[in-house]
């Protein structure tokens, strides 16, 4: 596992040194960027559904290359849903190299929120707590006025990471937090609940 994410870490900071390399002095102009964007999506529309490789390599191109394209923008989502997807297990480092960029990039994309959910999703595949806990902590902060229901379900899976980086006492606390909003109904989310406290004591 620590060689795992050390990989992941150098491969992750090595994207976004790409990613971040983008926007100097030597980016396209923005109509040689649509060109090009417009090139690479006619090549996949034409290329055999198979050719996994040429996706990735277009989508990846048009990414670095286009930022300032919608087409990069939906490029970052076809290739997290190829990530997932493409292979018989999904490549969760993939999935969260280009959805970090994407959510930092393109915030006021629609489809942000579900980016948001994707990643919590892969932090949890790949085992990062630390990562887990900050978006729901996030989710809290952004979030103020929760439903029942977001809070039985941020409550539970924050509980969850807070457990497994140590941190029981809180970890209690958010569990209870699910069971009084559950308010005896028996979710999902409240019997989840009562087996961490028991596994807590």
């Known amino acids: 596992m620590r060689f795992r994410a050390a990989r992941f870490l150098l491969s992750f900071f090595l994207f ?3 990613l971040n390399a983008a926007p100097q002095p030597v980016t396209l102009p923005v109509a040689e960027q649509d060109a090009l964007a417009s090139r690479l999506f006619k090549e996949m529309a034409e290329a055999e559904k198979w050719d996994l490789d040429t996706f990735i390599a277009d989508y990846k191109t048009v990414i670095v290359k286009c930022p300032d394209t919608p087409q990069a ?6 290739l997290s849903n190829l990530y997932l997807t493409a ?3 999904p490549n969760h480092e993939g999935v969260i ?3 970090e960029h994407f959510t930092t990039k393109y915030p006021g994309n629609i489809l942000y929120g579900e980016a948001k959910e994707r990643l919590l999703i892969s932090y949890k595949a790949i085992l990062d707590w630390k990562k887990v806990g900050e978006m729901y902590e996030e989710l809290f902060r952004l979030n103020p006025q929760p439903t029942d229901e977001e809070t039985m379900r941020w409550s539970l899976g924050y509980g969850e990471a807070l457990a ?4 029981k006492d809180q970890a209690k606390k958010y ?6 909003k559950d308010n005896n109904r028996d979710s999902l989310e409240a019997r ?10």
Not at 175 to 180: H, S
């Open 97 to 99: 190299e280009t959805l």
């Open 87 to 89: 292979d018989q297990e």
């Open 164 to 167: 497994e980086l140590g941190k």
């Open 175 to 180: 569990f209870e937090e699910v069971l009084k």
């Open 192 to 201: 989840v609940s009562r087996a961490k406290l028991e596994g807590l004591k």
């Open 16 to 18: 976004i040194g790409v």
């Open 73 to 78: 923008e939906m490029a970052c989502w076809r």
